[in-house]
């Protein structure tokens, strides 16, 4: 059975575009790097190229493009140690071993530069655009970790890290305390299982975790400890011998909010919004920090300032959002001009060369 993982590798984030493509394709034997702008089909190449290998029966992860829910800006083949990946910005991308690990595909080859030089002036407006959209809602998602860390200061003025630390003890006993064995070669990856879009925010979490036997659901409000948590038992899983995948918050990259750790099959997240995860699965677990670490009152006590903040940091990541379909809209239109521009069918014609050096 063919078994796909979804995930990003950049993200719209509250300090701007934040790139882990180096961690996602960290490793890699092999890596095709495609360069070419804006509608050059560099993801229509790696997705049927992603449907060759789905076809030979290999396991596939897919790296999802933040800024347009219906692309992919990615692709990975772990059982080939094999990459293809869009390699234009905001996640440049350039070859270290050129001809040895990574090769360039250019689709800018096959563009017909002469037909863009008469539309120039529009490509060019909708170029700087789409980069002051992106930067009103970077400047806004800034705004929202702001008002973010206000709700923080008001929860972590009744915070137990005395009863925090005991969860986490009581948590690292239940993970670590039946015998295993270390992993022969100890593998720590970062990857994002979600991302602010221009559809709002997106998760892959249940794709991520499908085959994982135990998870532990992380609740809690702002500064009640849950990424504190998840970096502690990270740490110590690699202490003890064990591969950890790391998913940095995709609004705060700083923040973790879900670690795996494969040998054991655990997946250790934080389940509240915007990527609320409730138990239904059997071997699913809450802990809930807010309940065990913190003393309720204070949403009794602040609830006039609580609920302000509340509202005004939604307000804030709508708007953000709403700058990002602006340009998605505004990128969509550039797009369509550069299609104009390209000879498809050597696209396709170099693809095929590419699938066939693996038949």
């Given at each position: ?304 300032e609580l609920t302000k903040l509340n509202t ?48």
């Open positions: 059975m063919v078994q796909i993982k979804n995930y990003y590798a950049g993200s719209n984030s509250s300090v701007g575009f934040y790139s882990l493509f180096n961690e996602a394709i960290k490793g890699l034997n092999r890596l095709y790097i495609l360069k070419g702008g804006p509608g050059t089909g560099k993801s229509t190449f790696m997705r049927k190229v992603g449907l060759f290998f789905m076809g030979k029966g290999y396991k596939l992860e897919y790296l999802h493009c933040s800024s347009d829910n219906q692309s992919i800006d990615g692709l990975v083949v772990p059982e080939l140690s094999l990459g293809f990946v869009d390699g234009t910005a905001p996640h440049v991308i350039e070859p270290r071993y050129p001809g040895v690990i990574e090769k360039v595909i250019d689709l800018g080859q096959y563009r017909n530069d002469s037909y863009l030089e008469k539309q120039s002036k529009e490509i060019i407006k909708l170029t700087d655009d789409i980069t002051e959209a992106f930067q009103a809602a970077y400047q806004v998602f800034s705004e929202a970790k702001s008002i973010h860390l206000e709700k923080e200061k008001v929860y972590l003025s009744t915070m137990d890290f005395t009863k925090a630390d005991k969860v986490t003890n009581e948590l690292s006993g239940k993970i670590f305390g039946q015998p295993f064995e270390r992993d022969e070669q100890i593998r720590v990856k970062k990857r994002f299982f979600g991302a602010a879009t221009p559809r709002g925010a997106v998760n892959f979490i249940e794709n991520i975790t499908e085959d994982i036997d135990k998870r532990y659901l992380i609740k809690g409000r702002p500064g009640s400890g849950k990424s504190t948590l998840m970096k502690r038992i990270g740490k110590e899983a690699e202490e003890r011998g064990l591969s950890v995948e790391y998913f940095p918050c995709a609004f705060d990259p700083n923040s973790i909010d879900m670690i795996i750790i494969p040998t054991l099959s655990v997946a250790i997240l934080d389940a509240t919004a915007p990527h609320v995860v409730d138990p239904f699965r059997i071997n699913d677990e809450v802990i809930d920090m807010f309940k065990l670490c913190m003393d309720p009152r204070i949403e009794i006590t602040h609830e006039k005004d940091y939604k307000n804030k990541v709508a708007l953000g959002t709403n700058f990002l379909s602006e340009a998605k809209r505004l990128h969509d239109k550039l797009e369509n001009i550069y299609m104009g521009a390209m000879d498809f069918r050597a696209v396709d014609f170099k693809r095929e060369e590419v699938i066939k050096s693996f038949e």
